[in-house]
T-cell receptor
Framework: GQNIDQPTEMTATEGAIVQINCTYQ??????LFWYQQHAGEAPTFLSYNVLDGLEEKGRFSSFLSRSKGYSYLLLKELQMKDSASYLC?????????????FGGGTRLMVKP | DTAVSQTPKYLVTQMGNDKSIKCEQNLGHDTMYWYKQDSKKFLKIMFSYNNKELIINETVPNRFSPKSPDKAHLNLHINSLELGDSAVYFC????????????????FGSGTRLTVV
């Protein structure tokens, strides 16, 4: 089976930096994704890591350590519009093909 | 322009009814999915189809039956609706590009909020 853990809620201040952690246990690891989901909307792709290290995309960066089963999403220069849920998702490969399993999401509240 | 479109956006129905949700993608992806997001916001995989063939069927009641007439469409039919079926249902699609190319994971539809009363 798969197990993906991330904090349920976080609060940060506008302009600050926040790091959202995700730990996972899986077999057939084939990539880790971060999605952003605003209330009442669909999840949208933020980042993808399959090799160890840091991927940077503007204000957002994502890190992966496969040996530790650990990833984080780093959000810099927080804006009010960054208030949303952030979903860590692990893709695994098995006989049935690739499957994306989601964590429960971290609800981030950005305060002025 | 919409990449993954699903209809209807809202569905309110009585217990015991049968309903369908439609999904279409114009991205040329080979694989389509149905996910259920409950009140606790957990997104759980229900079904996955690759080129019209069922490849993933998680522990979903038989009342749920997916149908894929072609690789651009994946519809979800639900029989004898129950109160516990109330949730947001997301359709998604993906294409496996391999580790050495850009990968954008899944593209999701806007969701169908199903309320069973």
């Amino acid at each position: 089976g798969q197990n993906i853990d991330q904090p349920t809620e976080m609060t940060a201040t506008e302009g600050a930096i926040v790091q959202i952690n995700c730990t996972y246990q899986t077999s057939g690891f084939n990539g880790l994704f971060w999605y952003q989901q605003h209330a009442g909307e669909a999840p949208t792709f933020l980042s993808y890591n399959v090799l160890d290290g840091l991927e940077e995309k503007g204000r957002f960066s994502s890190f992966l350590s496969r040996s530790k089963g650990y990833s984080y999403l780093l959000l810099k220069e927080l804006q009010m519009k960054d208030s949303a849920s952030y979903l860590c998702a692990v893709r695994s490969h098995n006989n049935a093909g690739n499957m994306l399993t989601f964590g429960g999401g971290t609800r981030l509240m950005v305060k002025p | 322009d919409t990449a993954v479109s699903q209809t209807p956006k809202y569905l309110v129905t009585q217990m015991g009814n049968d309903k369908s949700i439609k999904c279409e993608q114009n991205l040329g992806h080979d694989t389509m999915y149905w996910y259920k997001q409950d009140s606790k916001k957990f997104l759980k995989i229900m079904f996955s189809y690759n080129n019209k063939e069922l490849i993933i069927n998680e522990t979903v009641p038989n009342r749920f039956s997916p149908k894929s007439p072609d690789k651009a469409h994946l519809n979800l039919h639900i029989n004898s609706l129950e109160l516990g079926d109330s949730a947001v249902y997301f359709c998604a699609s993906s294409q496996d590009f391999g580790e050495d190319r850009g990968d954008y994971g899944y593209t999701f539809g806007s969701g169908t909020r199903l309320t069973v009363v």
